[in-house]
């Protein structure tokens, strides 16, 4: 869910089209895909919210509250936040509805250079003295770092952090060519599995703070050794992601193509869920032109490359903005995160 478009920070690595307009959402479109979700769960089916897509926090504790209950109880909420405008009313509001917060932060200080306000000046005392509340009012949280370079100093420097301020759980980005950022890291394919591996080390020797990326490999060797076989892997259904921009136009298979346009196709939406139920737009998904390309690239993929079984092959967005095409294959986001945290999860000492 796009609660709003903007954000109060200009990070120079960010892919969203109109982060620096205010266009929030409207109650009307909120509560047609609180409606969907309650239906489900009316079924048995548990459902999770990811608040994203612009800084959440920006259209105040007061609009957020609003749209939270809207939803059915047991919906599990996350967001994702720079934390710079938490305080102790939005940990009031994470504590009522038992929001799930997760932090984008690249690591210590000198790691957070691309991160910057709309003046151009670090945001870095921001983001932790938001960090320092979570702490302070004991409300848990995971940790989003973006990376750039992949050396093993700062494979160190990043688990360390996550240690240091308390983190639950820390997920790792290669820094990408996506949407509005042209310009992804520059390291090659050898150095970002050496970075994953000495990360991984460092989790061996303290393992305090969970890794995503860790538990992610983990996830399919655990499938391997319980007798699934890579076939039955390769032949899962691909997720479909639904994600509803602020305006009701819903996108699937990944959100990072929200907001965005293809030459031939169009906007990458399958349709609006103020106009249709989201439960249509999902089952009729799979006709739409640009789903079906995307769906013919899942399908090269598990054809051709060895690491699906780790990635599903279902990555569009940086298909699209790397390759120009959604139907392509390997890309330097693949390389980067998803076959080197592979290999890297091989080369680690104990």
């Excluded at 509803?244 to 939406?269: C, I, K």
Aim: overall charge neutral; charged content about 20%.
């Amino acid at each position: 869910m796009q609660p709003t478009t903007f954000c109060n920070l200009d990070c120079r690595y960010c892919y969203l089209p109109d982060r620096s307009k205010r266009l929030d959402m409207p109650a009307t479109v909120n509560r047609a895909a609180a409606g969907a979700v309650a239906r489900w769960r009316d079924s048995g089916h548990r459902v999770g919210v990811l608040w994203h897509a612009g800084e959440p926090l920006t259209v105040g504790v007061r609009k957020f509250d609003e749209l939270l209950s809207d939803w059915p109880d047991g919906t599990a909420h996350q967001i994702q936040t720079n934390a710079t405008l938490i305080d102790e009313a939005w940990c009031d509001l994470f504590d009522r509805y038992q929001v799930r917060v997760s932090v984008s932060v690249d690591g210590p200080g000198d790691m957070n250079a691309g991160r910057v306000t709309r003046g151009g000046g670090p945001a870095w005392r921001r983001i932790t003295a938001g960090i320092a509340v979570l702490r302070r009012r004991g409300i848990p949280f995971h940790v989003l770092s973006v990376v750039r370079d992949p050396a093993p100093g700062a494979a160190r420097s990043v688990y360390a952090h996550a240690c240091a301020i308390g983190a639950e759980v820390l997920g790792i980005l290669p820094e990408e060519t996506k949407g509005s950022h042209g310009e992804g890291s520059s390291a090659d394919r050898g150095a970002w599995v050496a970075f994953f591996a000495e990360l991984f080390t460092q989790w061996r020797a303290h393992p305090v703070v969970r890794l995503r990326e860790v538990e992610s490999v983990a996830n399919c060797y655990g499938a391997v050794r319980s007798g699934i076989t890579a076939a039955e892997v390769l032949s899962m259904p691909v997720e479909p992601i639904p994600t509803v921009a602020y305006n009701g136009e819903v996108t699937v298979m990944s959100p990072d193509l929200a907001g965005f346009r293809h030459p031939e196709h169009g906007a990458f939406t399958v349709g609006n869920v103020v106009r249709r139920p989201l439960e249509e737009l999902l089952g009729g998904a799979g006709s739409v032109p640009w789903v079906r390309e995307a769906l013919a690239g899942v399908d090269a993929c598990r054809r051709t490359c060895r690491y699906a079984v780790a990635c599903g092959g279902s990555w569009p967005a940086n298909k699209f903005f790397e390759l120009g095409r959604l139907d392509g294959t390997e890309t330097n986001f693949c390389r980067n995160l998803h076959q080197a945290k592979t290999e890297g999860a091989l080369l680690c000492h104990p």
